[in-house]
């Protein structure tokens, strides 16, 4: 009860803190300048990321287009007659209206304030035109939306009509073909050759003959109107879409000839659907993962396709496409998560650097206070005042900083930084008084000294230990659970428990390999001593002395070792992501440039011309076919279907850095069968092996049987490819119709441009260029360059501290040495002697621990999902960048000899000697 009462609170000597502060001000002010440009990083990072994330999930949306639209279908209500035939519904186009208007009310308001207005789509069967070369297949649709559909201006002809002027009439079910009329496009009128009042000879797929009749020709008031994208054969053929080798045409509906379209067909061969197209700017990240929940559900509660009823019946890859945004910026976080633990790593170190230094000057004033009968919690709490005031103040102003460089602020990641810095100092500052004062003398005993010894060995032992049993459990988490959060739609993009492991594998491998080096300096000084000493150099005797003596000291060598290892992991990161976009933008576009040319283009004309462009080097034309239609003995095949010259692609592939496919000379072999055309398969699922069976169907005709003979290279970044040779498959009876060419050399661009064709023109520099740009991507990248610039100051500033920590040491004892006759020259060169050591072991081991940890840690990391690869890119080791971290330190000793020797020039001989006493 008495030693209770008798306790006080620490009483600080204010006059004290004031006249610390004032002397230390110089070192006061470096650890504020640190601990604000830090907290400037870490609070600011992960504002711009967050910022990036909404841009992110916009720019994805608009990059899905058509993937992410809703759609929702429903059958028609029953059109029977009361005497057994069908009505002519003479509203119809008011139905597909409150069809429209009902499917809007059922999203519910936090989908359609996310949504775009809704336009209805009416469409009927693919029909097969009759008569031409080639096949050719029209389908009739109406379009629809909340001011009535697209507008058009009728230059030959008249909007459709009503076949018959009679609002209700019952037709026969089996009676003649119902006439419907339509509007044709300039594009598609001048490609079949037809006028208004012509009719399209077309049959469906049981060959019956309809009565299609064409009442005008039309020219789109505004063709980048978003309707028109739900149905682009009504602005011009489409080659493709049917099949290979097919060109699609079709038929405008207006509100007066729907009624007659449903009668044309039967009865369920006409569909409606409405089309929600998303607005991107609405969607951001935190509202993502409700929107995909949400629609979720509205498709789990979907009426049944097969019940015949007018239920609304949902369908759209939006929670795909947001599920999708959300995993890159998950993945996106971590890395940065990983590049700022890296940051505050090195920080922390530097800090418990700068506050060592800090009691080296100190130590004097803090003995003398201590024997004037200063308590111990006193001292403390003047010097935890002072810490605290320092870092507080400097993290405020690194945040009030970041909140005016970015969006928001985040003051989690500035924690270790602050309590670093408010704790190092009073901490290293109490010890040391407590030394000066302590009575507790060295045993004489050398039993009870070799105990003292080995209990501090024992003590640091399993500090190490500690560190090394982190470092593997950070690597086997990060291996077996990777840096992405369990779920991701809860993910809030803040660093949670379960990911501090992970996310701090590499800072701790990288202590892990300093605390190796630590181990190890100490040796190879000792052993650089005892050859010196053999020699007749005094100058490598006094260097490899001193270094043999400041070997052991911890700090420096973790801070130098530290920085400089994950300032080249931050470099590799960089550079890889930067080569995987190139790789990224080849795979794309699979040339220098790439044209996609419409079928009645004069595509091998095209090419001629575009080869005799100077600075043109390979030209190869394909017909490439996305979601062609090709069956195994029970399963039907999507794939993207390219027909090419063998030969030619495989030149192609030699001369540009995409992988060679030496297995594309197997096309021009004969097949395994006498009717079989080889063909190379890349199938997502591994299931299609060489040898496996396959059938391209063919309008009117027997499929083409091929037969797998090797695996085929990604086309265009696709996961299912099929190639075959253009001239096996022409002898097969199937020629092909190109409608791609690809273009390499340093005038592919200009060529292309200047084709003169109806034709997109895909450039590589440009993908590469577009990726580059997108937000997560620029976000990280810039990241990567600026922690590694950061680190290398860190690295930069470590080096200096360490250097000033001993520099009193070690020029009282050049100074010494020079009343044996050294001169100032060769006191110089001692100096470097002791400081370089370290110094070159940094840069050897430094960026070899972070090339090790990038080879490591960079799958797990996912950066192709930044990068827009299939696979993970591979490291990239810039080492010209590596080395120049390596010179930099080198040159930093350099010049920090020099500087230190020409301040202690002034040192007095007598204050040294006696300063030794």
């Not at 004489?444 to 080995?454: E, F, K, Q």
């Not at 490439?624 to 069956?631: E, G, H, W």
Request: proline share 7%.
């Amino acid at each position: 009860m008495n030693g209770w009462l008798t306790r006080r609170w620490p009483a600080p000597h204010w006059p004290s803190v004031r006249g610390r502060g004032r002397a230390d001000a110089g070192p006061l002010l470096l650890t504020a300048a640190v601990i604000a440009a830090v907290a400037l990083l870490a609070g600011a990072v992960p504002a711009l990321l967050r910022a990036a994330a909404d841009d992110a999930v916009q720019d994805t949306v608009r990059r899905a287009s058509h993937a992410s639209n809703v759609l929702v279908h429903a059958n028609w209500e029953r059109d029977d007659g009361p005497t057994g035939g069908r009505i002519r519904i003479s509203r119809l186009a008011e139905d597909v209206d409150d069809f429209r208007a009902r499917a809007a009310y059922a999203l519910g308001p936090d989908l359609d304030a996310a949504l775009l207005p809704p336009t209805a789509v009416v469409s009927g069967p693919i029909l097969r035109i009759t008569g031409g070369s080639v096949p050719r297949t029209f389908q009739l649709t109406y379009l629809a939306d909340d001011v009535g559909g697209p507008e058009v201006t009728w230059i030959a002809g008249s909007a459709p009509g009503p076949a018959i002027p009679e609002p209700s009439i019952e037709v026969p079910y089996n009676g003649p073909p119902w006439p419907v009329q339509v509007g044709l496009s300039e594009d598609d009128a001048a490609a079949l050759d037809l006028g208004p009042g012509d009719r399209i000879p077309v049959q469906d797929g049981q060959r019956r003959d309809k009565d299609v009749r064409i009442s005008g020709i039309y020219r789109p008031a505004d063709s980048s109107d978003p309707a028109w994208r739900l149905a682009p054969a009504l602005l011009r053929p489409v080659p493709g879409a049917d099949g290979v080798g097919t060109t699609r045409f079709a038929g405008l509906l207006s509100r007066e000839s729907l009624p007659d379209a449903r009668l044309a067909f039967d009865e369920d061969e006409l569909r409606r659907s409405v089309h929600f197209a998303p607005e991107p700017d609405a969607l951001t990240w935190d509202a993502s993962a409700a929107l995909a929940s949400q629609m979720v559900r509205l498709k789990a509660a979907s009426g049944s396709s097969g019940v015949r009823d007018q239920s609304l019946k949902w369908e759209s890859q939006l929670d795909t496409v947001l599920r999708d945004a959300r995993t890159q910026i998950s993945a996106a976080y971590a890395q940065a998560a990983v590049l700022l633990a890296g940051v505050l790593t090195a920080t922390v170190l530097v800090l418990l650097l700068a506050a060592d230094l800090l009691v080296r000057r100190r130590t004097p004033a803090l003995t003398a206070a201590r024997q004037r009968g200063a308590a111990l919690p006193d001292l403390g709490a003047e010097l935890i005042i002072e810490s605290t005031v320092v870092s507080l103040s400097a993290a405020a102003v690194g945040l009030a900083l970041a909140r005016v460089a970015a969006p928001g602020v985040s003051w989690t990641w500035t924690v270790p930084v602050v309590l670093a810095g408010a704790v190092a100092g009073p901490t290293f500052g109490t010890l040391a008084a407590a030394r000066a004062s302590r009575d507790r003398r060295q045993p004489a005993n050398p039993a009870a000294r070799r105990w003292i010894l080995a209990t501090g060995q024992l003590r640091r032992a399993a500090v190490e230990a500690a560190v090394l049993i982190a470092a593997v459990a950070a690597f086997v988490t990060l291996h077996q659970r990777g840096l992405r959060p369990v779920a991701a739609d809860g993910d809030s993009g803040e660093l949670t428990g379960d990911l501090v492991l992970p996310v701090s594998a590499v800072a701790l491998g990288v202590l892990t390999g300093a605390l190796v080096l630590l181990r190890l300096l100490p040796v190879g000084a000792r052993f650089v001593l005892r050859q010196a000493l053999r020699s007749r150099r005094p100058l490598a005797v006094f260097g490899a002395a001193r270094a043999a003596t400041t070997a052991g000291r911890a700090l420096p060598l973790l801070v130098l070792v530290s920085a400089t290892a994950l300032a080249s992991f931050a470099l590799v990161v960089g550079g890889t992501v930067a080569r995987g976009l190139a790789d990224g933008a080849w795979n794309t576009v699979g040339a220098d440039a790439r044209l996609d040319v419409d079928a009645e283009a004069a595509t091998p004309t095209v090419a001629e011309r575009i080869a005799a462009a100077p600075d043109v080097g390979q030209v190869v034309v394909a017909q490439v076919t996305d979601s062609a239609r090709i069956f195994t003995e029970s399963t039907l095949l999507t794939p993207r279907l390219v027909i090419v010259d063998a030969a030619a692609f495989q030149r192609l592939l030699a001369t540009t850095p995409l992988p060679d496919a030496p297995a594309l000379a197997r096309l021009t072999a004969p097949g395994p069968g006498p009717e079989d055309v080889p063909a190379l398969v890349l199938s997502s699922d591994g299931e299609l092996p060489t040898g496996t069976r396959l059938q391209l169907t063919r309008e009117d005709a027997p499929a083409i049987r091929l037969a797998v003979v090797g695996t085929a290279p990604s086309v265009g970044g696709a996961s299912d490819v099929v190639i075959v040779d253009a001239t096996a498959l022409a002898e097969a009876g199937l020629p092909a119709v190109p409608n791609t060419v690809w273009v390499t050399g340093p005038g592919a661009a200009q060529a292309v441009s200047n084709s003169d064709i109806a034709a997109d023109v895909v450039l590589r520099a440009d993908v590469q260029r577009a990726q580059r740009v997108a937000p997560l991507t620029a976000g990280i990248l810039r990241l990567a360059w600026t922690a590694a610039a950061v680190l290398l100051a860190l690295g930069l500033l470590g080096l200096t501290l360490a250097t000033a920590a001993g520099a009193s040491e070690r020029w009282q004892t050049l100074t010494r040495l020079r009343t044996l006759g050294l001169r100032p020259r060769d006191a110089r060169w001692v100096a470097a002697g002791e400081l370089l050591p370290p110094v070159v072991v940094t840069a050897i081991c430094g960026p070899l621990f972070g090339a090790l940890l990038a080879r490591l840690t960079l799958g797990p990391l996912e950066l192709r999902l930044l990068t827009g690869q299939a696979t993970d890119p591979a490291a990239m080791l810039p080492w010209w960048l590596l080395g120049l971290v390596s010179v930099t330190l080198l040159a930093a000793v350099a010049a920090v000899v020099p500087v230190e020797s020409a301040l202690r020039r002034r040192d007095r001989l007598s204050e040294v000697l006696r300063a030794g006493e």
